[in-house]
């Protein structure tokens, strides 16, 4: 069993930056396909940024250029540095880790990004 736990999230204005940290339990972690999701009130849960066991990442269109995913295998910490940060990027955001070995899924309990002014 594998536990997610986020934290960074708040309140911040338009065009402020926020820096999600998520970190996990275990000793595998490096193993870990790990993404980050977010689901704004009645919309769907929708995929951010994702990055693998060998760092390569993607990026929804919508917050390319502006959203970073990182990872720190030693801290068993995966990161989301978001800037320029807009109303729509309002949301709950989701850790989540994939261990595609066993097709085994865990997500953490989800951190609150509010966008205003």
């Known amino acids: 069993q594998v536990q997610l736990v986020e934290s960074g999230g708040g309140l911040v204005q338009p065009g402020g930056s926020l820096r999600l940290s998520c970190a996990a339990s275990?000793?595998?972690?490096?193993?870990?396909?790990m993404g980050w999701y977010r689901q704004a009130p009645g919309k769907q849960r929708e995929l951010v940024a994702g990055?693998?066991?060998?760092?390569?990442?993607n990026y929804a269109d919508s917050v390319k250029g502006r959203f970073t995913i990182s990872r720190d295998n030693a801290k068993n910490t995966v990161f989301l540095q978001m800037n320029s940060l807009k109303p729509e990027d309002t949301a709950v955001y989701y850790c989540?880790?994939?261990?595609?070995?066993?097709?085994?899924?865990?997500w953490g309990q989800g951190t609150q990004v509010t966008v205003s002014s």
């Open positions: 989540k880790a994939l261990y595609e070995v066993l097709g085994k899924v865990y």
């Open positions: 990055i693998t066991s060998g760092g390569s990442t």
């Open positions: 275990g000793s595998i972690f490096s193993r870990y396909v």
